[in-house]
C-alpha cells in the first residue's frame, strides 16, 4: 500500500469517527469540536486530491468563521441539554430511512461511472489551484457569482431583521443621539459656596445639641 492510499484511510477514518461523534457527544461543545475535526480530515482528503485551494477555504471558512460562530452561540445561549436530548432515538427511524435513500441515489448516480472509469493522468498541473479558479469564476461565472454574493447579503439582511428584538427589560440606544450628544448635555457644572472645616463642625455641634435639647423634657 502506497502511502499517499494509507493517509486517505487515515483521514477517512477520523472522519467518519468525527462525524458519527457529531450526533452522538451528549455535550454540544463537544459536538462541535468533533465537527471541527471532521472538516480538517475532509481538508486532508482535498490536499491528498491535489484541490489546494478547496483545502484551505475548508479550513479558513468553515472552521475559522463558521465553527468558531457556532461555538460562540452555544456557548453563550443557555442550553438544556437534557430537554434538547430527550425523544433523540425516536428519530432514528426516519433518519436512517433518509440516509439509506440517500445512499442508494448517490449509489445509482456514481456506479455506472466507476465501472467506465479510466485512470488517466490529469491534463493540468495545478489541479484545484486558485488561478484557475479565479480565471473561471471572474470571466465566464462572474455574474452567477454576483447573484450568490447578492443572494447571500440578502440572507445575512434577513436573518439579523428576523432575529432582532426590542425587549423591555434590556438597555439600548440610538448611535445618531450619541453622536450628536454635546458637553452639556452630558455635564452640569454647578457653583457651591465654600465651607471651611471648622464652620462645618461647628455647624455639626450645633444641630447635635439642638437634638439633644429636643430629646430632652
Known amino acids: 500500500m502506497e502511502f499517499k492510499t494509507a493517509l486517505f ?3 477517512a477514518a477520523i472522519m467518519l469517527l468525527a462525524a458519527t461523534r457529531v450526533i452522538t ?4 461543545i463537544h459536538a462541535a469540536l468533533f465537527l471541527v475535526l471532521a472538516f480538517f480530515s475532509a481538508a486532508g482528503i482535498w490536499m491528498l486530491l491535489k484541490a489546494e ?3 484551505i477555504v475548508l479550513v479558513l471558512v468553515y472552521v475559522g468563521a463558521v465553527m468558531v460562530l457556532f461555538l460562540f452561540v452555544v456557548m453563550m445561549l443557555d442550553i ?6 430527550e425523544g ?3 428519530y432514528l427511524p426516519i433518519a436512517s430511512f433518509v440516509g439509506v435513500v440517500i445512499v442508494l441515489e448517490m449509489a445509482a448516480v456514481l456506479w455506472r461511472g466507476f465501472l467506465s472509469y479510466d485512470q488517466q493522468a490529469p491534463a493540468a498541473g495545478n489541479i484545484g489551484g486558485t488561478k484557475e479558479l479565479g480565471m473561471l469564476i471572474y470571466t465566464q461565472y462572474v455574474y452567477a457569482f454576483e447573484i450568490a454574493a447578492a443572494v447571500l447579503l440578502v440572507a445575512i439582511i434577513a436573518a439579523v431583521a428576523l432575529t432582532l428584538r426590542k425587549r423591555k427589560d434590556t438597555k439600548h440606544f440610538d448611535p445618531a443621539d450619541a453622536v450628536r450628544v454635546k458637553r452639556n448635555d452630558r ?7 465654600a465651607v471651611s472645616t471648622r464652620n462645618a463642625a461647628g455647624l455639626a455641634a450645633a444641630a447635635a445639641a439642638d437634638a439633644a ?5
Open 9 to 11: 484511510y487515515a483521514f
Open 25 to 28: 457527544a451528549r455535550n454540544p
Open 53 to 55: 485551494f478547496l483545502a
Open 80 to 85: 438544556n441539554v437534557d430537554k434538547m436530548r
Open 88 to 90: 433523540f432515538w425516536g
Open 187 to 193: 455635564l452640569r457644572i454647578v457653583k457651591i459656596d
Open 213 to 217: 435639647n429636643k430629646e430632652a423634657p
